[in-house]
């Protein structure tokens, strides 16, 4: 429903009124991938360094033309790169662990709600549609 457009006055109001819910929906659904998607993303950049990390760590002492002091400092690269990598880690975790955390309770709100509709208040049709739609959602 759009209050400035309406829809019933004419086929240009009508397209205006679809194109307009059409660009509001595709923002919404865009918002809502994003915060889906955005944990994965930042949990494989850690995931890389890490690997990074790691490689590095296998490489220390195995150049022979380095000498003690650079194996030394090479190492302590490797530590302070650990170090920034749980900083990292320890400042994503609050934010990550809310979205999942609200993700699974809307998740739980609508089976929940769902099944409810199911058992109390739905005909043949409608059962099938939600039984449709939770197992899709799941």
Known sequence: YNPLLDAEKSNLHFWLAATVEYVWMSGAVLQDQQADVYPIIYFLILRTHVAFLKERLQ?????????????????????????LILEYCDTLRPVVSGTICTQFLLCGLVIGLSMINLIYFSSVWTSIGTLIFLFCLI
């Open 59 to 83: 490489q220390l002492r195995t150049d022979p033309t380095m000498d003690e002091e650079e194996n030394y400092e090479e190492l302590m690269n490797c530590i302070k790169d650990h170090r």
